[in-house]
């Protein structure tokens, strides 16, 4: 049980534990709550030169939350204000429990879409209050499962959703869901609830032949997608711009709001959102099943969706902790995440996570602290109670047309490009997640990326490479010759590198290849007339661990080399390997002068004279 | 795709291939067709010599193989005719195509309980003739898995199931197997059907209470162990008289029989064999399930049949390969085990592998070729067409003393001592395939030994050591501190070697523990008054792969490091590291005069001067 114990000396005992050391009992709590809150303990140092930058910042990721919001509760098949809701809930309680400074709380759209798609297949009728409380269900065992793997301390079975399979998935659920709003921006009547690429097509070529679709709709839309992907670009050509982008939704928002209400397009046939719930959140504690038929499966979709909401919240926290160097405790962070949906779920939110597009705004816009998040709970907070009427012309075009530009950030080119230079098998398990999210499910989609993720794992556990050493010129050194071909060979004797731990999976190709090595090399000596092997060093620098069936094709190997007349030699064998071949006898049959600190000992010891180097 | 590229460069271009280049068609046949039957190969030489050690052995092992056939038809619920022909003809298949020289083909214990385990559940009435037919369709498909795994070149798939795994599975299957036998040992009439220790000792105990047991039985069972037990030790001792332990069962046999043939104990109760079928195999190609339910049950018990068999046969089979060093080709070994399993289910045998007992006897009798098996085949059809109406006496409780026998082999208290004290993980998959067995049934024991081994791989790959190095004084060489308390850190430099390739399951723990390191020893190093590290250097040495969250793992740490002050500096970068690096324009990044042969020229050109030394 070496690698928990490993994992938590060094962290606990040096950072967590050292802090609480004599201290007395009332500093002990104190500190401890500053553990669990953090705003207790960066809210003493605040400044108004803090409360400034993240003003700016709060308000301006308002202007692009509040509309995002209104567009993503429609990928989650829900009401426009329960995404509002959760705007106003969740970055509270993050502000006061979570250590990212730079993350914008609020419902996030591969998320919603994930929930949404999750949801409608339990529950085929959106607006029937099962479905309802199903979401409220999956959201509080999403807060369940992250606060689960916070306090338990397993944040690492995040980093089991490897990069090229986030990747892969953003980029594919980015196409379906664009794919999905052209029922919005071309305003198609009947739409499929499925979520597969065929299926969305379909869709789209049958209301093309069926010509139901709005003129008038797909102008405002088109319209307001070419403003916002103008806007964006100008945003990411001129950093000092960003604001124009940021911005950009509430101002298509605001016009084509005006536009409608001014022309009566309306009537004409452009969906508009016509009504969203003003007032604060309601209590849902008891609409939560958890009793019944529909526990198992809440918890099944909320398990699921949690884990994707913190994998991208994750990720952003450490993008831009890295940047402005301060350390986030992964952890942690899953605690605050955990906390903030449950206490969603009590109060008629969905799943709420940190959002890439919402959280560079933030941090563009300068925000300093977790403080931003309350002021963007303000803003949405005003909204909720006095504006929610504005939006009763506003044209669903105009939230197609948000998702869709919100959503090509999320196709990252230039990405999938250096995973292919990169890794070949990380390209498979990113193209893995793509396809499967393109023509299969989102859920599908994820199990296929970390299986083929883990089999990349043991393929490269079961076949290490094992590379013969040369001695390079002028040193005691002995490296690759494959990668330093100036290194030259020693007489008589074959130098072999083992680059991998040796487990059962591959200890026999490990001791085949030793020996087919010498078989090779024997007979390329041959033919040049060189002199036969009769030492085999192996390096054992790269062989971090063995285990059992390890051991013994290692005696099996050391039997065959004996029967060849050939010395077995190992050298620079690390701490865990010494204690087990000492454990299993194995250095006694070796021989302890056949045990070296370094390949030149060997050589020295064993190798020719120096006259005949 | 590297690795597979890499298993068959050196051994199909360097040895397979090699054999054909520049050869006739005809000879390139005849190499071919000789690859395929060892026979052709070895038989030209053949010699008087070798005759007289095959057919001493062949004798040996008949001996010992009759009386354990019938015993191991018991297990899979069969008649015993069946495992005799399954010792008559796949021993004549593997002697043309087997490349081991000791390995005895036959039924054997643990692959016959398994078989009957698995049977009777899809089966309960083992009477039924659909019973005997999809005991050939699991022989059938047995072949097929195993001569697909050959073909297709799977073989190291052997090897997921780890020696830890076996050890555990086979040590908890003798005890199941020995506890069964208590049924013929005792007498007891009826017994239950199911694998797990509970049910058996409840029959046991259910028998005791009811008085079910046959005293005449116990008397014969019980004194026949003991004189396997005492010749099975002697033979032990005194490596010379292994034949008594070889011809021990046949003694009790004969000599059982005439007992009862005499006494008429039959009539007082002791049950006996009564009938075994003479004559030779019938064909069964037409009892084959080719469709219908039964075919997929049939395949599944036969796959996994099939492996375990593979497994027991290429374990022997290396262990004596590389005892009396030949090379065994284990794609070859599971095309001649598949061939003859084929063979053996379209003539009435069921499953058949190289057997543990017989093969230590095969070899300790002096077999030399795989002849040996010609010999024991031709045995038992002398036996099966001339001998079978003897049999009618022999009680069955002497069957079950000599089951208990062979079992005690597979109970292996040794290893697993050895394997605790190695690996505690291996000790873990070992427990868990013994008491699965035990407690549940064989086939979970399997998942549940496989899954822990790969669950340790899992976890030492996301939880590497990150070890401090320090120069071992007078030398140029740097190597873990704690495993070499001489060695001593370079001021204002923190030297870590990272000790697995770099993934995405352990990059963030690898990048947060390079960080921890360089705070603890600052903190250290300030306690003590000693220079701030300006220079973190990371022996690559143990790198041997790193993907694409690897990569960027490494350039936020970079970015860490950056903001702290602190360079980065890498040694010793393996050639697949290297190139990623470079493609990833980390090379750059870094700094090419950051990137270093070793960690001694790291330290010469970045550390003090050597007066500071």
Redesign the interface.
């Known amino acids: ?4 114990e ?2 938590f000396t ?2 606990d005992n ?2 967590l534990m050292r802090k609480y050391k004599g201290k007395s009992k009332t500093r002990k709590f104190c500190l401890c709550l500053q553990s669990i809150f953090p705003i207790l303990d960066w809210g003493r140092y605040y400044t108004i030169r803090n409360l400034r930058g993240d003003f700016i910042a709060g308000l301006t990721t308002a202007s692009l939350c509040i509309p995002q919001d209104i567009a993503y509760a429609k990928l989650a098949n829900l009401d426009p204000h329960h995404a509002l809701y959760a705007s106003f809930v969740t970055p509270l309680v993050y502000a006061a429990m979570g250590s990212s400074r730079d993350i914008a709380i609020g419902p996030a759209a591969v998320v919603s879409l994930l929930l949404g798609a999750m949801l409608s297949h339990d529950i085929r009728d959106h607006k029937s209050h099962e479905y309802l409380r199903l979401a409220f269900t999956a959201t509080f065992f999403a807060g369940v499962t992250q606060l689960a793997l916070g306090v338990l301390r397993l944040g ?1 079975l995040i ?6 399979a986030i990747v892969g998935f953003m980029s594919g659920a980015a196409i379906i869901i664009s794919l999905q709003q052209l029922r919005g921006l071309l305003g198609i009547p009947h739409f499929t609830k499925k979520t597969d690429i065929i299926s969305g097509i379909g869709s789209v070529k049958n209301a093309i032949v069926h010509h139901e679709w709005n003129l008038e709709t797909i102008i405002i839309g088109t319209s307001c997608l070419i403003f916002l992907l103008i806007t964006k670009y100008i945003g990411k050509k001129h950093k000092k711009l960003f604001w124009v982008a940021a911005i950009a939704p509430m101002t298509c928002v605001i016009v084509s709001t005006i536009c409608v209400y001014i022309t009566r397009a309306d009537e004409k046939g452009v969906s508009t959102i016509n009504h969203i719930k003003g007032g604060l959140n309601s209590v849902s504690a008891n609409e939560i099943f958890f009793r019944g038929k529909y526990v198992v499966r809440g918890f099944r979709i909320g398990a699921v969706a949690g884990i994707v909401a913190l994998t991208e919240a994750v990720s952003i926290g ?2 831009f902790a ?2 402005k ?1 301060y ?1 986030l405790d ?1 952890n942690k962070e899953m605690v605050a995440m955990g906390t903030m949906n449950i206490v969603g779920s009590l109060t008629s939110c969905f799943v709420a996570t940190g959002s890439f597009s919402r959280s560079a705004v933030n941090n563009m816009a300068g925000c300093e602290t977790a403080a931003s998040n309350i002021v963007l709970s303000i803003v949405v907070l005003l909204v909720l109670t006095l504006f929610t009427p504005v939006f009763k012309y506003t044209p669903n075009a105009v939230l197609s047309s948000i998702i869709i530009a919100a959503t090509t950030n999320l196709v990252n080119i230039n990405a999938v490009i ?2 292919w ?6 390209f498979m398990a990113c193209m893995g997640a793509f396809f499967g999210v393109i023509f299969m499910n989102l859920e599908y989609a994820l199990i296929i990326a970390v299986s083929i ?2 089999v ?10 094992v ?1 013969v050493l040369g001695k ?1 010129p002028g ?3 002995y ?2 010759i ?2 330093y071909p100036k290194a030259f060979q020693i007489t008589a004797m074959l130098i072999l590198r083992v ?3 040796i ?7 490990v001791k ?2 030793i ?3 010498l ?2 090399e024997n ?1 390329e000596r041959a033919e040049c007339e060189l002199a036969e092997i009769q030492y085999v060093v192996v390096d054992m ?2 062989v ?6 390890g ?2 094709s290692f005696e ?1 190997l050391y ?2 080399l004996e ?2 007349h050939v010395q077995l030699v190992l050298a ?1 064998v ?3 390997v ?1 204690e ?1 071949l000492q ?2 006898k194995l250095t006694e049959l070796i021989g302890r002068d056949k045990i070296f ?2 390949v030149a000992g060997a050589v020295i010891t064993y190798g020719p004279k120096r006259e005949e180097l």
């Not at 049980?1 to 928990?4: A, G, V």
């Not at 980093?159 to 090229?164: E, I, P, Q, V």
């Not at 990349?456 to 490479?465: G, Y």
């Not at 971090?544 to 069936?549: A, F, K, R």
């Open positions: 049980m070496k690698p928990l490993t994992l060094i962290s040096n950072s690492f980093d089991f959703l490897s990069h090229a450490r993008t890295a940047m160097h350390t992964g250096m995973i230079k990169i890794d070949k098998f990380d993720s883990f990349k794992i043991v393929f490269r556990v079961t076949w290490p490479k590379v390079i040193t005691s050194i490296r690759n494959e990668q680059d991998s731990a487990y059962f999976t591959n200890c026999n190709f085949d290849r020996l087919r090595w078989r090779y007979e620098s790269a971090s661990d063995i285990d059992s069936s051991i013994s099996r039997h065959s029967k060849l620079n690390g701490k865990i010494m087990k454990e299993s600190l370094s």
